[in-house]
């Protein structure tokens, strides 16, 4: 968690790849991006191994971006589709064990704020509905009840789709699946009315139909944390595989999918929000005294 891990030895740096390079000397670390300056740097996350059209690609995309401080972050994930992206990132990522992952988050988040008392580090979860809201379900809620101050972003694609299809508690009822040839018997769970319920600082659903938006709300879910306590962000990220969706057709699904039934909600506990008005002033009187 430190830009020593990615700088290169003296001397050494002319002999590495000219996309390292650029990591090195343009990339996000040294200087905060804009979603719409996309393309134009070598980003945290570029190439990856996941499937031609992937929305959680997309997303996982927008919230390197958005993160407040990449130097100061570390991603815990597990398996599925998501960690094969965020293993390819330039920012540490601590695979855990299938459903343990916010238990991890939290013994690695009360370590690093006894380790480094003046400098705020940023823990994220980031794993999929099977490993958070059916296997390691009991972790996230334990983590949300001592109001463990992280991040979890759930990446929604509604089914297990890294292990051939099978529906999930967060799967829509009626949807017909691999493991559920007649149809999902019961509704989709409410995450984010047990988020909420729990007393979690703040909350929001959101789709990768609006990049800025998602950059965004991923940069409020992670200062709030730092600050306040837990905050969870539920993305639909689908799986164009499983549910058969063609490439050029991923973002029109989730428009669709966004209009039907996954607009944009957010929700703050009180002290979150007001956390998160008097940062905001601070914040523009920062930027008019720059002016």
């Not at 459903?99 to 003046?118: P, Q, S």
Request: glycine letters at 8%; proline letters at 4%.
């Amino acid at each position: 968690m430190s830009l020593k891990t990615i700088q290169a030895a003296t001397g050494f740096k002319d002999y590495l790849p000219k996309e390292y390079q650029d990591l090195i000397d343009d990339g996000p670390f040294l200087q905060k991006r804009k979603v719409s300056e996309l393309g134009s740097f070598k980003e945290a996350l570029e190439e990856h191994p996941m499937c031609s059209g992937c929305a959680m690609t997309l997303f996982i995309r927008l919230c390197y971006v958005g993160f407040p401080s990449l130097e100061h972050t570390v991603l815990v994930g597990t398996a599925g589709c998501g960690r094969l992206a965020i293993s390819q990132g330039a920012v540490p990522f601590v695979y855990g064990n299938y459903g343990d992952t916010n238990a991890v988050a939290t013994g690695l988040k009360r370590g690093l704020e006894i380790r480094f008392k003046d400098q705020p580090k940023d823990v994220v979860v980031m794993a999929g509905d099977g490993g958070l809201a059916d296997i390691g379900f009991h972790a996230v809620m334990h983590s949300w009840f001592r109001k463990e101050k992280f991040t979890t972003v759930m990446l929604d694609n509604e089914v297990y789709g890294n292990t051939g299809g099978q529906d999930s508690g967060m799967t829509q009822k009626g949807m017909v699946m691999k493991m559920a040839p007649t149809g999902k018997k019961f509704e989709k769970m409410d995450m984010l009315g047990l988020a909420k319920t729990a007393g979690v600082a703040y909350t929001a659903r959101i789709a990768p139909t609006n990049p800025t938006r998602v950059a965004n709300t991923i940069r409020k879910a992670v200062l709030i944390a730092r600050e306040v306590g837990p905050t969870f962000i539920q993305a639909y990220t689908s799986c164009n595989i499983e549910y058969a969706i063609p490439t050029p057709k991923v973002m029109d699904d989730a428009r669709a999918v966004e209009k039907d039934r996954y607009s944009f909600e957010e929700y703050f506990s009180d002290e979150a929000k007001a956390y998160w008005d008097e940062s905001e002033k601070e914040r523009k009187r920062l930027r008019k005294a720059k002016k």
